[in-house]
């Protein structure tokens, strides 16, 4: 077994050839930060360049699987000019990227919440196992922002229609909710979360490799277009940048209720 340990990312290697990745900020609910995100890819990378690893399991610590944004990287991207977003906003698009054109297979283990880029990890994975009391939200809209980078993703995994209505209402929806969106792929009580994946880890593992992998890139083709990248992280940083973003966040960060909201 060898390890890699980026304080707020653990990635280990496992002697049956099984790589996990776990977010590690419990105290955080695991919401991330551009450092945070920049260790994820990485953890990714690796995990793609290892020959020894034939699965990856993204999972997390605490009650939560990720709150999305952290506040604190808020904060500061309120303040970004427009080539520090575009720079932000690339390195949030690689990592959906990496993670979605992984050509071993993945599989996220989700517990309790979901949220905003963190339903976004969840979408790029092949194969999700939720815990029953897992809650999926895309609360962009409520901040005057939007789903921007991870959209092709949600959209590819729940469909525009779905997709559209949940961006839109910013509506929570649980495990059950996910599981008949196609979000997930198995729900089960938070008890069993591990021996079930673990057990379809298994299950996985009794593949050809080289046949998982050319499934992987032949899906990937028929799937999302590679030049809709641009689109989204262009249309991000617009969203950050206009003044119903910057209401949005500023009214987040102080804690009262942005100018369009009457009630």
């Known amino acids: 077994m060898s390890n890699l340990e980026n304080d707020a990312v653990l990635s280990e290697v496992q002697a049956n050839a099984v790589g996990i990745i776990t977010l590690n900020r419990p105290t955080k609910h695991n919401a991330f930060d551009d450092s945070m995100i920049h260790a994820l890819t990485q953890a990714f990378k690796q995990m793609e360049q290892n020959p020894f690893v034939k699965i990856v399991l993204l999972k997390s610590s605490g009650k939560s699987f990720s709150a999305g944004a952290d506040l604190e990287w808020m904060r500061r991207m309120a303040k970004f000019n427009v080539d520090e977003n575009l720079r932000d906003a690339g390195a949030l698009h690689e990592l959906m990227h990496t993670i979605y054109y992984c050509t071993k ?37 409520k901040l005057g922002l939007i789903p921007a980078i991870i959209s092709p993703y949600v959209i590819n995994a729940i469909g525009p229609r779905f997709a559209r209505a949940y961006f839109l209402s910013a509506e929570s929806f649980d495990a059950q909710t996910a599981l008949q969106l196609g979000l997930v792929y198995r729900v089960t009580q938070e008890s069993e979360l591990e021996n079930v994946t673990h057990e379809l880890i298994k299950s996985l593992m009794n593949n050809g490799p080289q046949a998982l992998k050319v499934v992987n890139a032949f899906m990937n083709k028929l799937t999302i277009a590679p030049e809709i990248a641009n689109t989204t992280v262009q249309k991000l940083v617009e969203m950050r940048m206009s003044p119903e973003g910057q209401e949005g966040l500023s009214a987040f960060l102080e804690k009262r209720k942005p100018t369009w909201c009457k009630a």
């Open 105 to 141: 297979p993945t599989v996220a283990m989700v517990q309790g919440n979901a949220y905003g880029g963190g339903v976004g990890l969840v979408a790029c994975c092949n194969i999700a196992i939720a815990s029953s009391n897992a809650s999926f939200c895309f609360s962009e809209v």
